[in-house]
């Protein structure tokens, strides 16, 4: 079979597709390889990476006024909570 | 989402709150109200509009819990639902301002590739950068937003997001890799040194 060669254009579509999935196929080792020696598939990886971490770490945390508005709505009490510790 | 409590599972929860028991109900709201909150916000972009989304998600619960099947996760519903909620507030925008994702070549280029100036650890201390976060995530259509939200950021897995935005699996996977490709070319753009 022919064997096809590892383009940067092959590894960047298929970083996307996979990131951070199981990447022990044979396919991915030929990429892992490629990687090693690339500085171009390399960056754009990493910044593939640092995009989902960015949007991983924005959080915003519901204040305790959003929080006591919603139980009213619901018409619930904070004290109806199961939690007895 | 996560069980914040090992007690009592989500499903014994739902049966006491369907016969009418507030307690069991309020412990779901606790449960799960950061999460919708948190992830509304992530869709919405706005404070405000995500507590609304969060309200509107509970309320829509608190309707149709009876017609729950227990065949998901309860958290699975409840992001189909905010999801749904967050839809129709975007629709309810006077104009839609999306890109269209067309062109799969322009996605994905080796063309301008360099390192970044930031880096995530900095974010909680950079206004500037959470709105080049916003602003990036704003031009995706509703559904590849969503679709990346739960796959990359929620940590959901390909089927369970399909069950979320009723989408095959091939076209969850077509979507996430054009959703990475376009925010990571777009913070390219400001980010890259």
Redesign the interface.
């Known amino acids: 079979m022919k064997k096809i060669e590892t383009t940067c254009k092959l590894v960047m579509n298929h970083l996307c597709d996979n990131l951070g999935e199981d990447l022990d196929s044979p396919k991915c080792l030929d990429i892992k390889t490629h990687l090693e020696s690339c500085p171009n598939c390399r960056s754009f990886f990493n910044t593939i990476n640092s995009t989902v971490e960015f949007y991983k770490k924005y959080n915003v945390k519901l204040d305790d006024k959003g929080h006591k508005e919603l139980l009213s709505i619901l018409g619930l009490n904070e004290d109806d909570s199961n939690d007895d510790e | 989402m996560t069980n914040t409590?090992n007690?009592?599972t989500d499903e014994q929860?739902i049966a006491e709150a369907i016969k009418g028991n507030?307690?069991?109900?309020?412990?779901i709201?606790?449960r799960y109200?950061?999460t919708v909150?948190?992830f509304a916000?992530?869709i919405c972009r706005d404070?405000d509009k995500?507590?609304h989304a969060?309200?509107e998600t509970?309320?829509s619960m608190?309707k149709s819990l009876k017609q729950f099947s227990g065949k998901s996760k309860l958290s699975t519903w409840l992001y189909t639902i905010v999801s749904n909620h967050c839809l129709m507030l975007a629709r309810s925008k006077k104009k839609y301002d999306y890109t269209v994702l067309e062109n799969e070549d322009g996605l994905?280029?080796?063309k301008f590739?360099?390192?970044?100036k930031f880096?995530?650890?900095k974010?909680?201390e950079n206004q500037e950068?959470?709105d080049i976060?916003d602003n990036a995530?704003e031009k995706l259509p509703h559904d590849y937003k969503v679709v990346?939200?739960l796959r990359?950021?929620e940590g959901l897995s390909t089927k369970e997001t399909s069950e979320i935005v009723n989408l095959s699996i091939p076209a969850i996977?077509s979507r996430?890799?054009r959703a990475?490709?376009f925010?990571?070319n777009e913070?390219?753009k400001t980010?890259h040194v």
């Open positions: 409590s007690k009592i929860l507030k307690k069991a109900l309020t412990e709201v606790l109200e950061q909150y948190n916000f992530k404070k995500a507590e969060m309200q509970f309320l608190v994905v280029n080796d590739i360099s390192d970044w880096n995530p650890e974010l909680s950068l959470k976060l995530i990346f939200l990359d950021v996977k996430l890799h990475r490709a925010l990571r913070l390219n980010l």
